[in-house]
């Protein structure tokens, strides 16, 4: 069993930034590749970033690349989503995720570990 505690959500200006952070507890994290999903109200939940068991492979939606960064830190069990230039459309709650096995890694069923989320909020 993996817990999983998002944080670091709030209501924003478009154009700042946000860090979410991701804190795991439970087995071990470092075997567990961890993403980021989100939902706005009436959307369904899509994929944001990912990031493989070690740092060196990173995967990002088309709409948050070269905004958002995801990063981990297995020695202190947590995952990172940057998120810089906000803009109203990223307003969701947001849900780190964990997963094991090999495979595409950006696909909601890949997952069987969820946070309860984060709210995040970007006002024009």
């Known amino acids: 069993q993996v817990q999983l505690v998002e944080s670091g959500g709030g209501l924003v200006q478009a154009g700042v930034s946000l860090r979410l952070s991701c804190a795991a507890s439970g087995r071990s994290f470092s075997g567990y590749f961890m993403g980021w999903f989100r939902q706005a109200p009436g959307k369904e939940r899509e994929f944001v970033a990912a990031i493989g068991w070690s740092s060196g492979i990173t995967y990002y939606a088309d709409s948050v690349k070269g905004r958002f960064t995801i990063s981990r830190d297995n020695a202190d069990n947590t995952v990172y989503l940057q998120m810089n230039s906000l803009k109203p459309e990223d307003t969701a709650v947001y849900h780190c995720?964990?997963?094991?096995?090999?495979?595409?890694?950006?696909?909601?069923?890949?997952?069987?570990?969820w946070g309860q989320g984060t709210q995040v909020t970007v006002s024009s």
């Open positions: 995720a964990a997963g094991s096995g090999y495979g595409r890694i950006t696909t909601s069923n890949r997952y069987t570990y």
